[in-house]
């Protein structure tokens, strides 16, 4: 007969959740090493986010980097998917929370993740250029690859809505300051003006990086892997999200579809018909139809 060891019911209940990141014991909570009555008041929340993620505190001026992103991405409007299913969740009853869950759950590959997909893209034309090719051979490489795989649409450049995002453009201003004073090295930021600059030439006109391409190039810069990109945007477009559901919240509406009522929506069906039609036709053919599951 087999025997086995008695098990250590205490230490697999221990190592069943085992955490680096947080030590809680009655009357101590310590994240990451640190005790939270350290943090809380000296830490930036941007700043927390990072220990939580990454489990060192970041350099102040990498911190000022990644909260420019998490600033840029907050809102974008009731037209955004996520902003729109937050507010007729509220108007259905939902609470915060709930509003909260439904709209971030829509924020996924179409809507809300072009930024881990840029990253994602970024980083395999670096590993191009580490293995030896020239920047502008690696880009254009890749960009094929990427649409061969992915299809035309590649995340991170051109917008529906701005003809240059302007969020962009100052994010890859603070980018072009932390390169300058050796925070970062730049590498991400000429990945995406590379990209940038092929799309020019081979559409004929500019087609400028967007906040995705943009956010995408400080995450890279920092070092945080693409999923997390697209984590990250979801903190920061949950301000949004939850602005929009609280405003609703005070506007005492019902049941708010995706628009007005008054404007009507285009109907492509069949044109109206009836029972007694099918009837008729069915006396006179003698019972055979055109819908292939009736004659069978």
């Known amino acids: 007969m087999t025997t086995h060891p008695p098990i250590d019911a205490a230490a697999l209940a ?4 085992s955490t680096s990141i947080i030590d809680i014991h009655p009357g101590s909570i310590k994240m990451r090493g640190y005790p939270i009555e350290e943090l809380i008041g000296n830490v930036s929340f941007p700043q927390m986010i990072w ?8 350099e102040p001026r990498a911190a000022r980097l990644f909260e420019a992103a998490l600033v840029a991405s907050v809102d974008h409007g009731p037209h955004a998917p996520s902003i729109a299913i937050s507010r007729m969740a509220v ?18 590959d179409v809507h809300g993740g072009a930024g881990q997909q840029a990253v994602e893209l970024y980083d395999a034309i670096a590993r191009r250029v580490e293995h030896g090719l020239e920047l502008e051979d690696a880009v254009e490489e890749e960009v094929d690859a990427f649409i061969a795989a992915r299809g035309k649409y590649l995340p991170g450049f051109g917008h529906r809505f701005h003809p240059v995002d302007p969020r962009a453009v100052r994010l890859l201003a603070l980018v072009d300051e932390a390169v300058s004073a050796g925070v970062v090295q730049g590498k991400y930021a000429s990945i995406a003006r590379g990209v940038e600059a092929l799309l020019k030439r081979r559409k004929h006109r500019p087609v400028p990086m967007n906040i995705d391409g943009a956010t995408a190039v400080i995450y890279g810069e920092l070092g945080f892997a693409a999923e997390l990109a697209r984590g990250v945007f979801c903190l920061s ?3 949004g ?8 919240r005070g506007r005492h509406e019902r049941n708010k579809g995706p628009m007005p009522r008054q404007l009507p929506y285009r109907y492509t069906g069949a044109p109206e018909r009836h029972l007694s039609d099918l009837a008729d036709t069915e006396a006179a053919t003698g019972g055979a139809t055109d819908d292939p599951l009736r004659n069978v």
């Open 237 to 239: 477009r949950a301000v």
């Open 91 to 108: 108007s259905c009853g939902l609470p915060l929370n709930g509003a909260m869950a439904s709209a971030i759950n829509a924020l996924d």
């Open 14 to 17: 221990a190592d069943y959740w």
């Open 51 to 58: 220990l939580m993620l990454r489990g060192e505190l970041p």
């Open 241 to 248: 999200i939850l602005s929009h559901a609280w405003e609703q």
